[in-house]
T-cell receptor, first 115, second 110 residues
Framework: EAEVAQSPRYKITEKSQAVAFWCDPISGHATLYWYRQILGQGPELLVQFQDESVVDDSQLPKDRFSAERLKGVDSTLKIQPAELGDSAMYLC?????????????FGPGTRLLVL | GNSVTQMEGPVTLSEEAFLTINCTYT??????LFWYVQYPGEGLQLLLK?????DKGSNKGFEATYRKETTSFHLEKGSVQVSDSAVYFCALNNNNDMRFGAGTRLTVKP
């Protein structure tokens, strides 16, 4: 069964450093999502891509976060500089293109700890 | 706007007990409804879903029925196992707006 891949699984960094997370969605899935999940809460959307285009980044803190999906396949989420409050699980999900209410399939996540 | 409210945890049950985790939603139109499960240190796994009113989603002994009249999608299982211990998230997808509840932690004791 196809899965969403993410790396690294764990990342420890010091505040003010830069970090990057990578996601490879299920093959053929045109829509890719990045979520942040704070401990004890549900995931919250950071950015959504349709192919290589950003369709929703309204909740992305653009002063420090950036995301790209240059070839419409895999994606990178970057934080620079990292802050203590960025400690969380970062989840990537993907879904097929055409249906608005389609299921999203999640990767294993990257757990970030900022010291 | 779209939102999901689910039963606060934690929930602790003995093995073979009956499980109910309540979930209600607010949305315009007809969202799809989901239950996801998250095991420690892992991402979310789809447990079951329903896409229209009166649909029943089921998987691994869990089931939930889409009730439009009460805007609910309660998760049930007749006999829980220790391996069911995890965090359960209710979610909706309405016009590509995905919203999650805060999660309910379930612990099943032998």
């Amino acid at each position: 069964e196809a899965e969403v891949a993410q790396s690294p699984r764990y990342k420890i960094t010091e505040k003010s450093q830069a970090v990057a997370f990578w996601c490879d969605p299920i093959s053929g899935h045109a829509t890719l999502y990045w979520y942040r999940q704070i401990l004890g809460q549900g995931p919250e959307l950071l950015v959504q891509f349709q192919d290589e285009s950003v369709v929703d980044d309204s909740q992305l803190p653009k002063d420090r976060f950036s995301a790209e999906r240059l070839k419409g396949v895999d994606s990178t989420l970057k934080i620079q500089p990292a802050e203590l409050g960025d400690s969380a699980m970062y989840l990537c999900a993907s879904s097929p293109k055409d249906r608005e209410k389609e299921t999203q399939y999640f990767g294993p996540g990257t757990r970030l700890l900022v010291l | 706007g779209n939102s999901v409210t689910q039963m606060e945890g934690p929930v602790t049950l003995s093995e073979e007990a009956f499980l109910t985790i309540n979930c209600t939603y607010t949305a315009t139109g007809y969202p799809s409804l989901f239950w996801y499960v998250q095991y420690p240190g892992e991402g979310l796994q789809l447990l079951l879903k329903a896409t229209k009113a009166d649909d029943k989603g089921s998987n691994k002994g869990f089931e939930a029925t889409y009730r439009k009249e009460t805007t609910s999608f309660h998760l049930e299982k007749g006999s829980v196992q220790v391996s069911d211990s995890a965090v359960y998230f209710c979610a909706l997808n309405n016009n590509n707006d995905m919203r999650f509840g805060a999660g309910t932690r379930l612990t099943v004791k032998p």
